[in-house]
């Protein structure tokens, strides 16, 4: 009877990556198949409630007729939520092993986001900021301890540059707010912004962190249809508010029509260029990372401004027509022209495709002046805006242009520079 090979042992050691307690080391920056984990899609989506929530206030202040108020709160509210998220997204991105430790200070994120969310009516109404700032510090506290895992796993420059990111978290700052006159509270909020902004410039000066740009780029844009997904949530909550009143539908029409012309052209902008490529050859992405804040709360802005025309259209507001349509044109425009700036102008050839989106965002501008139908005379002048950029690029488009080993465009910069290969087609819409 011939002897059964021996049975192999079951694992009692798990390998290192299915450990549940790991060294938080960097992850490498030319990972081949770097996607965005289920872990982010959660943190992203727990950001549409707050997103949702400083939208709502932003109405009801517009509306109520404390528009600069409101507007000032709006402002100061999503930094704090654009803050925190990008922080834990520039970090995920250089850091996440994924193991249990990492999973559960990632959901005390998550909790601070919630009580930030539970404070912004509060904020306000009231100028209440204690709950909005205990749940930021609840956020940040968290992150504090990632980057000390990672100072504690690694050495020399990069051990550095985790001590300056664990170290240069403002907290006390921010809980300064809580003392201090209503009066002086922007002031000082405008302080405490700018020296958090600085925080990574200084850090990153001793050990870059090795974030991934195409898994940077992919994670902005989640934020991006995050942003826009509420405002049409928004708007079709104010529209079905009005049609349940039995109010005339004729006059939501254009506002309707025109809302989704806009959200419509927000998405074709945004995301028609491989923005990734522009990252890995740009000697800039602080400021490109930085400048989202302006896509984000424009781009939120939008619904909070259509909810408001459909109050005005309804009478439930004693705002002008003017007042009500520069509350969607205004934010509309801002967008547009951010989005050519950190995205498009980098892939356009010729004044005629720069000159798409600035013309498109003046002449948004222009249309707040058209009353009733100012919504829709934008939303007519954005899809132009989109109908222009394709008959350019395709008239622009030659077959010598080549594409890049990756099969996505190539920058301007980066055929100068050569810091990507090939030549892509510009300015692709």
């Given at each position: 009877?011939?002897?059964?090979p ?7 050691a ?36 707050a ?6 206030q ?12 409101g ?24 850091y ?24 912004v ?6 100028h ?21 895992r ?35 509270r ?6 405490m ?55 005339a ?33 740009s ?37 002008s ?16 022209l ?16 720069q ?8 002449l ?52 100068c ?13």
């Open positions: 009877m011939t002897s059964s021996a049975l192999q042992p079951v694992c009692c798990a390998p290192a990556h299915h450990r549940p307690l790991r060294r938080l080391t960097a992850r490498g920056r030319d990972e081949t198949h770097r996607g965005v984990s289920s872990l982010e899609h959660f943190f992203d989506l727990c950001f549409i409630v997103i949702a929530q400083a939208g709502a932003l109405v009801h202040a517009v509306v109520g007729g404390h528009t600069g108020e507007i000032l709160d709006y402002l100061m509210i999503f930094f704090a939520i654009w803050w925190a998220w990008m922080n834990f997204t520039w970090f995920a991105s250089a996440d092993n994924d193991d249990v430790l990492y999973r559960v200070v990632t959901l005390i994120q998550i909790a601070g986001v919630l009580v930030l969310t539970a404070g009516s509060r904020a306000f109404e009231e209440a900021y204690l709950v909005v700032i205990l749940g930021y510090v609840i956020m940040r506290l968290a992150m504090t301890a990632q980057w000390l990672v100072a504690r796993s690694s050495r020399g420059p990069e051990r550095t540059m985790a001590l300056r990111y664990a170290i240069g978290l403002c907290q006390v700052g921010w809980l300064g707010l809580l003392a201090l006159p209503e009066a002086g922007p002031w000082v909020f405008l302080v912004g700018l020296l958090e902004m600085a925080v990574p410039l200084y850090a990153e000066r001793a050990h870059p962190t090795p974030w991934h740009p195409r898994h940077i780029a992919e994670r902005y844009g989640l934020l991006t249809l995050i942003v826009l997904g509420e405002t049409i949530a928004a708007a079709t909550v104010a529209v079905k508010s009005g049609i349940d009143e039995h109010k539908l004729g006059g939501l029409l254009p506002i309707v029509a025109g809302g989704l012309l806009i959200i419509f052209a927000a998405w074709w902008v945004y995301f028609a260029v491989p923005i990734h490529g522009h990252l890995r050859s000697r800039q992405p602080f400021l490109w990372g930085y400048g989202h804040y302006l896509i984000f709360v424009s781009g939120a802005a939008i619904g909070a401004g259509l909810e408001v025309t459909v109050e005005q259209a309804l009478g439930r507001t004693h705002l027509a003017l007042s009500a349509s520069a509350a969607v044109t205004l934010p509309t425009a801002l967008f547009l951010t989005a050519w700036a950190l995205h498009s102008r980098f892939y356009k050839v010729g004044i005629a495709q000159s798409v989106l600035p013309a498109t965002a003046l948004v501008v222009v249309c707040t002046f058209l009353g009733r139908w100012a919504v829709l005379a934008a939303g007519l002048v954005a899809a132009l805006a989109v109908a222009a950029g394709v008959m350019l690029t395709a008239l622009g488009a030659s077959p010598e242009r080549g594409r890049s080993e990756e099969g996505d465009a190539v920058p301007l910069e980066g055929r520079t050569g810091a990507a290969t090939g030549a892509g087609r510009a300015g692709r819409r």
